[in-house]
Every structure is written in structure tokens, then in C-alpha cells.
């Protein structure tokens, strides 16, 4: 048993596919096929069932996979203290992290933090909550950034800060015309969210009771992928939608006009680094939160846990 075959063994459980997983560990297949039969002959136990598609490890399979986890894991935290002990910085970070952050977050703290650890790769995918702690249990990521609190009893998370939620509205709203407003001013109908598969969308549902209110409205029902998109929606189709604090950070003067701010105490949503149990890369992710604390502007550090929106 070497410490390759258990990475091999680890990829294709992620991937369920030994050519997905062969071109993830830049290997031919044959030699990651070979590897992993090795692995079972040398365990004496069949631990994928090939006959079934997407491959799936068998009973016995699925548990010398999560011990074969945490000896890699535990491997390449060896070999991370043993760098830090010469005073470096070294290793892979995989990080998640939510589309309603990732525009928005992700400029403030990449470039500081990879030069401030130049020998550091860090590896960022763009994914929805679910995705994120499915990553994270499965040890396909390393720590996740997104709204919290989550009802997941193996993930742990550290509050980075707390994210006020805005009304961006169109000149010919009515709500252009006010300075501050009340939960109850939103107009349902002329509301435009994301889609279903957004945990911001959730939040959203919940502020004012939306989620009641919204069977009847007809025209409540457009999604759309992204914040910018949203933006552009009410631009010009009249109406308004909700919007996180960051994303004010790169409007425009004339788009900065159009935000209107919630008599306080603010709706906000909790923005979290989060981890599983399990996590090995201690020193890796503590760097990482350091470098997001340093980076977001001063307002959101003083923003304070009041009226915080709860997750679906």
C-alpha cells in the first residue's frame, strides 16, 4: 500500500469514473486501474463495484475509503508542518465557495493571499451550498465559504463577518423615492429572485414572510442565475431586487444611487468559513481567514448579529 494508490483510490471515489479520475490524477487509466486492483489485492476485499454506473464503493469499500482519507490527509498535513517549521507556507487549499459571494469576495482576499504565499496553490470552485458540504464530507474541498447557519451536525463553521442585505430598485419604482424602508414596503410583485438552487434565495423568501405571500403573485416566478443578472432585470424591466453588501463594492455611481438601505436594525445573512470535522489543513485555513479578515472593508467587520436571516 502506498500513499499514491490511496490518492487514486480517493479520486475515484470522488468522481465515480476511472477516466475522470485518471485525468484529475494526470495518469492513463490503465495505470490508475492497475493501482487500485493492487489496493484490492493486497486488502483482499473488492472495494468498488464495477458493475454498477457511476462506480460505488462497496460496504466494505466505503469504509477503508474514509480511513484511507484521513492518512492522506494527515500525509499532507505532515508535510505542511514540515515547511512551516522552516518557516514556509506550503501546500494545496481547496476552497468552495457560493456564487453570491464568490464575484464579490474573492477580489478582495486572492491576490494578497497568493502573494503573501506564493507557494501556496490554492484551488477555488464556484458552488451552491449543497454542493459545498457534499464536497466537504466527501474531502473534495478542503473548507467552504457561504451562508451560515447550516443544519449539518459534521460541519463547523467561523463567522467572518455579517453581510447587510439592500434594495436595489428602478427609477420607476416607488421605492426609488424613499430613503430608508420597512421589511413590508418589499413589493411582491415586482420582486425578481434567483433561482431555486441559490441559498440566497431562501433568505430572501423569509424576509416579510415572502414565502407565504408569494403563491399569489403570477408573475413571481422568474429565476434568474446570477445578482448582475438581477440587476440588469430591474434596470430594465422596472421592479426591484435584494442585493448582499458586497456587491455595492464594484457599482457604479449611477447603480449606487439606486440602493436603498433597510431601517435597522438591517436584515443581514452570516457569511461563515466552514470545515468538516475532520479537517486537516488547520494552518492552511487559518492563514486563509486571516487574510479575509484583513482584506473586506471596515464596515462589514463592524456590521453586528442582529436581525440575521435564516437558510431553508
Not at 480517493?10 to 475522470?20: G, I, P, S, T, Y
Not at 462506480?55 to 499532507?76: F, L, S
Not at 413590508?184 to 430572501?204: P, T
Request: one cysteine or more; proline letters at 5%; hydrophobic letters at 40%.
Amino acid at each position: 500500500m502506498t500513499l499514491q494508490q490511496l490518492e487514486y483510490l480517493l479520486a475515484v471515489h470522488q468522481h465515480r469514473n476511472f477516466l475522470k479520475a485518471a485525468e484529475a490524477c494526470f495518469v492513463t487509466q490503465p495505470t490508475l486501474s492497475m493501482q487500485i486492483q493492487k489496493l484490492e489485492e493486497a486488502f483482499e476485499i473488492k472495494i468498488f463495484d464495477r458493475r454498477r454506473q457511476p462506480i460505488t464503493p462497496t460496504p466494505a469499500g466505503a469504509e477503508i475509503i474514509e480511513y484511507a482519507r484521513n492518512v492522506v490527509n494527515a500525509a499532507h498535513e505532515l508535510s505542511s508542518l514540515v515547511e512551516s517549521q522552516k518557516g514556509k507556507m506550503k501546500g494545496l487549499l481547496r476552497i468552495g465557495i457560493i456564487p453570491t459571494l464568490a464575484p464579490y469576495l474573492l477580489p478582495l482576499f486572492v491576490p494578497s493571499f497568493t502573494r503573501r504565499y506564493p507557494e501556496v496553490k490554492l484551488l477555488v470552485q464556484e458552488q451552491t451550498t449543497d454542493v459545498i458540504i457534499n464536497m466537504l464530507k466527501e474531502g473534495a474541498i478542503d473548507a467552504g465559504i457561504l451562508v451560515t447557519p447550516v443544519n449539518e451536525k459534521s460541519i463547523s463553521g467561523q463567522v467572518l463577518f455579517y453581510e447587510e442585505l439592500m434594495v436595489y430598485a428602478s427609477k420607476n419604482h416607488r421605492l426609488y423615492q424613499k430613503q430608508y424602508l420597512l421589511q413590508k414596503d418589499i413589493d411582491v410583485s415586482k420582486l425578481w429572485l434567483l433561482e431555486e438552487s441559490h441559498c440566497f434565495r431562501s433568505q430572501i423568501l423569509s424576509l416579510c414572510e415572502l414565502q407565504k405571500q408569494s403563491k399569489e403573485f403570477s408573475n413571481f416566478e422568474y429565476e434568474a442565475g446570477s445578482i448582475e443578472t438581477l440587476k440588469r432585470m430591474v434596470d430594465v424591466n422596472d421592479g426591484i431586487t435584494i442585493i448582499p453588501e458586497l456587491v455595492t463594492l464594484q457599482m457604479s455611481k449611477s447603480e449606487q444611487r439606486a440602493v436603498r438601505h433597510f431601517k435597522s436594525p438591517a436584515p443581514v445573512r452570516e457569511v461563515s468559513l466552514v470545515v468538516h470535522g475532520n479537517f486537516i489543513k488547520k494552518r492552511l485555513i487559518d492563514a486563509l481567514k486571516k487574510e479575509i479578515l484583513a482584506t473586506i472593508p471596515e464596515k462589514l467587520k463592524a456590521n453586528q448579529k442582529k436581525n440575521v436571516l435564516p437558510l431553508y
